[in-house]
């Protein structure tokens, strides 16, 4: 246990019980496979969580594997799950350059009708199916390119804000605004939501992606394009600075164009090879947690997601271009390999509780 934690300093209840006694929402990333497999998992999660979102179960390759061909049941499945525990499940995501089926991107390229109808009747069937039971979706994730000097460069060529993806490419940088206009029209009081990565850090790569993300909630408000939230995912690196001050402005920033902000996917990647003990690890893990987590609430998010919760079933693994070298893996979820509670978990009470780091 490192010195700034004992084990009493953080009450001993769930982090959806410490954050919503503070009006704060917690939740994780779920997947349909580990719930059914995995019984430690999945009591971890019915304990931890308030809020659940499904890792891979709403992408579209998952949801239209075949053009026309929908299988909503391994996001029913979780449906069903999260709503015998009482757990709210956000959807993620509907329009990304990810997660697409091989059949969608050539029958994106045809034209722009096609396109159109693609996404329409994606949203037609999935917004349909989900009304009554998500009531909050990733409408578009991850449409802002890359700057230069980040891990991985929008490619040459394509020099506006918007990343190169099939969805661009088809229908213009107006792709974002078709889609956000088509969800809000299928369902008027679903929270739509925006949802993007590398906004978080004090770099020069990450203030260029925050300036072009706000020059796009701007231009979408300018245009009175229904969008209601904006998700951080925050996948940190420790190897990246972090600037408390920095990182509140750019939220209170989105939040003054009267949008919400949640942090989404919050995980950490380590420094590769990782420095130190695991309790050296862990605190520093827990450390720019708290920094990043505080700043984020005294922005004005009011809800926090990680993606996961064990080390064990972290996608920082299974990546291999983000994995540590065999035989170790990041330590960023708040609970270890062995599902005990590590100092990240009471980071994340204490900026909950509005505590210092302790
Ligand atoms: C990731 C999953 O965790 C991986 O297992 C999968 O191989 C790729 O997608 N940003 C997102 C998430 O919005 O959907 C991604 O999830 C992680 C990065």
Redesign the pocket.
């Known amino acids: 246990m490192g010195q700034s934690f004992t084990p009493g300093s953080a009450p001993d209840q769930p982090l959806a019980q410490i954050a919503q006694g503070r009006g704060y929402t917690y939740g994780c990333?779920v997947t349909a496979r580990l719930i059914a497999e995995e019984p430690d998992f999945a009591a971890l999660v019915a304990r931890e969580a308030g809020l659940l979102v499904p890792?891979?179960e709403a992408?579209f390759d998952t949801l239209q594997p075949e053009q026309g061909r929908f299988d909503t049941g391994p996001l029913d499945a979780l449906l069903r799950w999260a709503e015998h525990f009482r757990k709210p499940l956000r959807g993620?995501?509907l329009i990304w350059h990810?997660?697409l089926p091989d059949w969608v991107p050539p029958v994106l390229a045809e034209s722009r009708a096609r396109a159109q109808g693609v996404m329409e009747a994606h949203f037609d069937h999935v917004l349909a199916h989900t009304r009554e039971r998500i009531r909050d979706w990733d409408v578009v994730?991850?449409p802002i390119a890359n700057p230069p000097g980040s891990d991985v460069p929008e490619p040459p060529g394509n020099s506006g804000d918007l990343r190169d993806s099939p969805w661009l490419r088809a229908l213009g940088p107006d792709y974002v605004a078709i889609a956000l206009r088509a969800a809000r029209q299928r369902d008027r009081t679903l929270r739509l939501t925006l949802?993007d990565?590398g906004v978080e850090a004090d770099s020069p790569p990450a203030e260029e992606k925050r300036r072009r993300l706000l020059r796009l909630l701007r231009s979408l408000r300018d245009r009175n394009v229904a969008l209601d939230a904006v998700g951080i995912?925050g996948?940190l690196q420790m190897r990246e600075a972090f600037s408390p001050a920095i990182f509140s402005a750019f939220v209170k920033d989105i939040r003054a164009l009267g949008l919400q902000v949640l942090i989404t996917?919050l995980d950490v990647r380590e420094v590769k090879p990782p420095v130190g003990d695991f309790v050296a690890r862990d605190s520093a893990v827990a450390q720019r947690v708290h920094a990043f987590a505080s700043a984020a609430f005294e922005g004005g998010a009011r809800t926090l997601l990680t993606?996961g919760i064990s080390d064990r079933w972290s996608?920082l693994h299974?990546?291999q271009t983000v994995a540590l070298d065999p035989g170790d893996v990041h330590r960023g979820l708040p609970y270890d390999w062995e599902l005990n509670r590590k100092q990240m978990w009471r980071a994340l009470a204490r900026a909950f509780l509005g505590q210092g780091v302790g």
Do not use: G, L, P, S
Request: aromatic share 22%.
């Open positions: 990333a890792e891979y992408k993620h995501a990810n997660a994730n991850e949802n990565y995912q996948h996917e993606w996608w299974r990546e």
